[in-house]
Every structure is written in structure tokens, then in C-alpha cells.
């Protein structure tokens, strides 16, 4: 089992930038294929990008491409998403999220473990 802590949330100006953690504990970092989702109030959970063990392949959402990035460091156990030229759409909660499957997974049911979440505010 993998336990997920977020951080990194807060509010920003249109234009801003943000940076994301995840601190990953239990069980060996780099076996999980890596996540993030976000989740704006009444709307449901929207894949942003995902991560390979080895962090050699990406994949991002249209809505996020060029924009984010996404990247880990399996030996600080952390995953991270760089936010650039933030847009009021992008305000939401952001969730890690790990799974033991071994390809890129883009779908939230795909994952079986889940952070708590970390807030990020974009005004304009």
C-alpha cells in the first residue's frame, strides 16, 4: 500500500505559475505508474496527467498540454506538476494518484490510491 500527501495548492493571478508535490510512503515509490486529477465544485473528476515508473513517458490532457508538466523523483519518493500560465479554468482540487497498473493510465478508476487533495485558486 502507497500512502499520498499533496501540497504545493494555493491562490495565484491569472498567468501565475504553481508547483505541485506528492510525498509518496509504503510500498516502493517506483513500482506506481503516477497521476494527477483535479475536480472543480460540480463537476466531476478530470484527468490531467499521467507518469511511467521511470518517469521516461508522459501523457497530459489537451486542456493542460503545454502548460503542465509533469515529473517524479523516485528516489524523493515525490511526484511533481508544474503549473504555468495558470487560467481561472484550471481552479480546482488537485489529486495525486498511484497505480500498480504498467502502462499510462488516464481514466480515475484505473488508480488505487488517492491523496487527500490540495486546493488551487486562479483569479483573474
Known amino acids: 500500500q502507497v500512502q499520498l500527501v499533496e501540497s504545493g495548492g494555493g491562490l495565484v493571478q491569472a498567468g501565475g505559475s504553481l508547483r505541485l508535490s506528492c510525498a509518496a510512503s509504503g510500498r516502493t515509490f517506483s513500482s506506481y505508474v503516477m497521476g494527477w486529477f483535479r475536480q472543480a465544485p460540480g463537476k466531476e473528476r478530470e484527468f490531467v496527467a499521467t507518469i511511467s515508473r521511470t518517469g521516461g513517458s508522459t501523457y497530459y490532457a489537451d486542456s493542460v498540454k503545454g502548460r503542465f508538466t509533469i515529473s517524479r523523483d523516485n528516489a524523493e519518493n515525490t511526484v511533481y506538476l508544474q503549473m504555468n500560465s495558470l487560467k481561472p479554468e484550471d481552479a480546482a482540487g488537485y489529486y495525486c494518484?498511484?497505480?500498480?497498473?504498467?502502462?499510462?493510465?488516464?481514466?480515475?478508476?484505473?488508480?488505487?490510491?488517492w491523496g487527500q487533495g490540495t486546493q488551487v485558486t486562479v483569479s483573474s
Open positions: 494518484a498511484a497505480t500498480t497498473r504498467a502502462s499510462l493510465a488516464t481514466r480515475f478508476y484505473d488508480y488505487n490510491y
